[in-house]
């Protein structure tokens, strides 16, 4: 009790574990120090080694695997190797592919349009076994591709894919809940590789034009994961965070 007499809150993912798929860098790294703070049990996986064991390192994690998440086989050795029960799971792994549409490939456009829904569907399946009741599976999805747009190819037909995908999981999976976190422009390692030279052009524009006034970064979608790991109310739907890029782009 507070000097107030006031409960005093304690750690809201104290004794609850939380696996982060990508969870070496950006969002999943900043998620994991979030919720490490909140008491839980840390483990990452990532695909290099030495990055995955210096986040481990930083974090404290209790246990760490390093693999692609797109290899199937290797995703479920990962979650059978899992010893006792997990309760939370956030995949922030692979990302969208750009291009125009007549330039694709038959190849390219199946792996471009079922490539997130295939890898949250293996990521479910396999870790749903070994999930307690009333814990979240939290995948990713974005804002910008809601715009049809030529430059942006397949990507409005991929990210429209999503909401209703991980709505259906929400009611195949429960009472384990099921969210999607729908991102803009975030400013990560990922997107500095991605824009280069032209990282601090784009940082400039977003801070000029977005509501919010600044860019979006790795700690507010962390926040909002976080928040979806303890509310156990919410399940099946999609939440934005991307400062109100999508409205003013």
Request: aromatic content about 4%; hydrophobic content about 45%; glycine content about 12%.
């Amino acid at each position: 009790m507070t000097s107030t007499g006031e409960p005093v809150r304690g750690p809201d993912l104290q004794g609850q574990t939380v696996v982060l798929i990508g969870g070496s860098a950006g969002i999943g790294l900043e998620t994991a120090r979030r919720a490490r703070g909140e008491g839980a049990e840390i483990v990452l996986t990532g695909r290099r080694p030495e990055r995955l064991r210096d986040a481990a390192v930083e974090v404290g994690a209790a246990r760490t695997a390093a693999f692609d998440a797109d290899d199937p086989a290797a995703l479920e050795r990962f979650f059978q190797d899992l010893p006792g029960p997990i309760d939370h799971v956030l995949v922030t792994a692979g990302g969208p592919r750009y291009g125009p549409l007549l330039g694709m490939k038959r190849a390219e456009v199946l792996e471009a349009l079922g490539h997130h829904v295939a890898l949250d569907l293996e990521v479910a399946r396999n870790a749903a076994p070994k999930m307690r009741p009333g814990g979240a599976l939290l995948f990713m999805g974005g804002t910008a591709g809601r715009r049809v747009d030529h430059r942006l190819g397949i990507v409005a037909a991929a990210t429209a894919a999503l909401p209703p995908f991980v709505a259906t999981l929400a009611l195949e999976l429960a009472p384990i809940r099921v969210n999607l976190i729908a991102a803009g422009f975030v400013d990560t390692p990922l997107s500095a590789s991605l824009l280069g030279d032209r990282l601090e052009e784009r940082r400039d524009e977003l801070r000029a034009t977005l509501p919010i006034g600044r860019v979006v970064g790795p700690a507010d979608v962390a926040a909002l994961a976080v928040h979806l790991m303890t509310n156990t109310a919410l399940t099946g739907a999609t939440y934005d965070i991307d400062g109100g890029q999508q409205f003013v782009t």
